[in-house]
């Protein structure tokens, strides 16, 4: 590949790339409303939004596994009065599960918008080490997101 061809490929803007109409969850559903969905998709993040569509936050699987490490430390210390591991999953998925997400999202501060190459999105990803990066309309609203496999999909196509 020339210098120019990598210039150019630079060039590419997010909107001829990015996932359009990712899917969502809203601001008000559960964890285990959430986890179902990622688990149903093979989803590794979920861009969350409100009533209008614009863009909350974002549920990373990061973000869960945060949550269950912070779920097992509580239980180490209560473990002793749970005799049945069916016990401790449900104890699990009745308080983890039931919690809302906007208390363990990460807020979406990260995010780009059509306009911007995707070199831009790749730097910005690199930086702030995140694998998923919204794309917003000036007022938030979602109208995409960038994923890994955003970039590898460009590149194969680029063959």
Do not use: C, W
Request: proline letters at 3%.
């Amino acid at each position: 590949m020339t210098t120019n061809t990598i210039k150019t490929d630079a060039q590419i803007l997010v909107e001829s790339v990015m996932q359009r109409h990712p899917l969502t969850i809203t601001d008000d559903a559960t964890v285990q409303d959430a986890v179902d969905k990622m688990t149903e998709y093979h989803l590794s993040a979920l861009p969350v939004v409100d009533e209008a569509n614009h863009l909350a936050g974002i549920l990373t699987s990061s973000d869960l596994l945060r949550v269950m490490q912070d779920a097992e430390r509580t239980l180490d210390s209560d473990l002793a009065i749970y005799d049945q591991s069916s016990l401790v999953t449900d104890l699990i998925r009745n308080t983890i599960g039931a919690d809302e997400i906007v208390n363990i999202m990460s807020g979406a501060t990260i995010t780009v918008q059509q306009g911007e190459n995707m070199q831009q999105v790749a730097n910005l990803m690199l930086q702030k080490q995140v694998h998923h990066v919204p794309v917003v309309s000036k007022d938030r609203r979602l109208l995409g997101i960038i994923s890994p496999m955003d970039f590898v999909r460009l590149v194969a196509e680029r063959g």
